[in-house]
Each structure stands twice: as C-alpha cells, then as structure tokens.
C-alpha cells in the first residue's frame, strides 16, 4: 500500500507500507525463526549438559559390564 503526507519542506513524500496480509506473513515467519532458534539452542545445550555431565559419565562407566 503507498501512502502519501505532507513534509515539513512542503513536498510530498510516498512511502510503502505492507499491507495487513504481508504484516501477518511477515509474524508468521519471525515466530517460526524464533521456534526454530529456540529448539536449535535448547539442543546444543542438552547435548553439551549430556556429554559434559559428570553424573551421566559415572553412571555410565559403573554400568560398563
């Protein structure tokens, strides 16, 4: 959608604003990359906690038949 107003020199100044479907699309995709940045963080952590637990590595070399 263009919009148009007035600027303080006078002139008038056309700017481009999204429209409410592409507002809408545009929340949709940021929700999805933060989902996605959040399951990808919470794994890298999880798989660091599990490799670098020293509960897990004791458990692990007391199972070892």
């Not at 999204?18 to 699309?25: E, G, H, K």
């Not at 545009?26 to 996605?36: E, G, H, P, Q």
Request: proline residues 5%.
């Amino acid at each position: 959608m263009i919009s148009t107003y007035q600027a303080q020199h006078g002139g008038t100044v056309f700017s481009l604003t999204p429209s409410r479907r592409q507002r809408a699309a545009r929340k949709r995709l940021m929700a999805l990359v933060v989902i996605t940045a959040v399951a990808g963080s919470a794994g890298v952590v999880q798989a660091f906690q599990a490799r670098l637990s020293p509960a897990h590595a004791l458990a692990s070399a007391y199972s070892m038949p």
